[in-house]
């Protein structure tokens, strides 16, 4: 059973930072970033391969940067010039094979 455990979400003002951290149990082909707001739709916003490729949804890519570390089973998401938007919880997921594990989320609040 893999398991993901994501941390580094809190509370922050407009225009701050936050960087999330997801470490997996096992590292996964692929490793990635969602995050589900409130009445929405869960969105994409990246995710980075074993083998170096990245991947960005088109609205994230420039406030929003991925990184990984494989040696740690871990992947990043290094979030600058938050917006009240934001406001969301924030879902690592892996890919193993044809399978993708999600992990429980971590809440991001960005309020004046």
């Known amino acids: 059973q893999v398991q993901l455990v994501e941390s580094g979400g809190g509370l922050v003002q407009p225009g701050g930072s936050l960087r999330l951290s997801c470490t997996a149990s096992?590292?996964?082909?692929?490793m990635g970033w969602y995050r589900h707001a409130p009445g929405k739709q869960r969105e994409f916003i990246a995710t980075?391969?074993?083998?170096?490729?990245?991947n960005y949804a088109d609205s994230m890519e420039g406030r929003f940067t991925i990184s990984r570390d494989n040696a740690k089973n871990t992947v990043y998401l290094q979030m600058n010039s938050l917006k009240p938007e934001d406001t969301a919880v924030y879902l690592c997921c892996a890919v193993y094979g044809t399978n993708v594990y999600w992990g429980q989320g971590t809440q991001v609040t960005v309020f004046s």
């Open positions: 980075f391969t074993k083998r170096g490729s990245i």
């Open positions: 096992t590292s996964g082909t692929v």
